[in-house]
């Protein structure tokens, strides 16, 4: 990749941190890519801005500091743009190229290149992607009604494929199990504290019945970590993660938090099995775990798949409910959406 200098900054004392919005609007100028696009899109998330070209995808972190991720400094940033490039190849390999540096050059100007010069300054690190089709997206294609059972099971040979070769992490019975019930108790403070009256009753429900299921069956729990089924898995395995592409691309790993990816692979497929109910196809679930019985040997028992579902549920149901406080009318709106439509997967099974 050349460099291509565009920005003045010349103004910027050397000590201090390059302000992100310069780092913005240099990236959302087309002469700031190697192959020259027309145009491009900006994306903000929570922890990142994306930058999509035509053929390409750029994420550069934000420089924050949160207690479960620290992006604070160039370094931090560039060693997670490394471990996200890293982990998301096992998975897709195809997509995820290699970190970009964003230097400062002598004369003020910045640039995008794969190495900084002798006198540049490295003001932060991009990851550098190739773009995926947005129509062949699990959640696209099954908002349109495209999606073939032929893709979900190709989804599901490639999973088990993956988890079968997935080396297994030791782990105590006991620490699985008080996991668990750190994010349920979690989960119904949350719940309690913050959502609507009529939403806080029906997730304590939910909150009562993992409880429960901690009780009387957490030999359940036990025998998936002294089985030794846990692995370093995906860790958020959603219908927006996965391309059916040629070949499949399953991309945005959780890569700040190895306890987050250390799952057992019954939980991960129910909570993809989840995400699709909540979009209209229940019957994905089931699929993706026969198709993992087969290739796998390991049968799950139904109890417990309801439990990792549950759980998941509510997790998803804290997250939203975190976005409530800042979130404008119309986003509270569709929090409170998105958070009834979890509840109602519960409560179906």
Wanted: aromatic share 8%; net charge positive; hydrophobic share 40%.
């Amino acid at each position: 990749m050349d460099d291509h200098p565009i920005q003045r900054a010349d103004r910027m004392p050397a000590d201090q941190d390059f302000p992100l919005e310069l780092k913005v609007e240099f990236l959302q100028r087309p002469d700031a890519y190697f192959d020259r696009p027309s145009q491009v899109q900006a994306i903000e998330t929570r922890l990142s801005w994306v930058f999509l070209t035509e053929r390409h995808a750029y994420k550069l972190k934000k420089p924050r500091r949160l207690p479960e991720v620290n992006l604070s400094t160039v370094a931090l940033r560039h060693a997670n743009c490394l471990t996200e490039i890293r982990l998301n190849r096992r998975l897709s390999a195809m997509v995820y190229h290699s970190a970009l540096c964003l230097a400062l050059r002598p004369d003020g100007d910045l640039s995008l290149c794969e190495r900084p010069g002798p006198t540049d300054r490295v003001v932060d690190w991009v990851v550098w992607m190739q773009r995926l089709p947005t129509e062949r997206r699990m959640d696209e294609l099954i908002g349109s009604n495209a999606l073939q059972t032929s893709d979900v099971r190709n989804l599901g040979i490639t999973l088990s494929r993956f988890y079968r070769f997935s080396r297994s992490v030791p782990m105590a019975g006991d620490r699985y199990v008080g996991r668990f019930a750190q994010d349920v108790e979690k989960n119904q403070v949350t719940a309690r504290t913050t959502l609507p009256k009529e939403m806080a009753y029906r997730a304590n429900k939910a909150a009562i019945w993992q409880r429960g299921f901690l009780k009387t069956q957490r030999g359940l729990l036990r025998k998936r970590a002294e089985g030794r089924w846990i692995i370093e898995a995906h860790g958020d395995l959603r219908p927006e993660h996965i391309f059916f592409t040629a070949p499949l691309q399953i991309i945005d790993c959780l890569e700040f938090d190895r306890a987050l990816r250390l799952l057992d692979p019954v939980d991960e497929l129910s909570y993809l099995g989840l995400e699709c109910d909540r979009l209209g196809e229940g019957w994905i679930a089931n699929h993706l775990l026969r198709i993992y019985e087969a290739r796998s040997g390991d049968r799950a028992d139904p109890h417990l798949v309801a439990f990792y579902r549950s759980v998941r549920a509510c997790i998803r149901i804290r997250l939203a409910a975190h976005r409530l406080a800042d979130a404008t009318a119309a986003q509270r709106g569709r929090w409170l959406e998105r958070i009834d439509q979890y509840l109602s997967c519960i409560e179906k099974h």
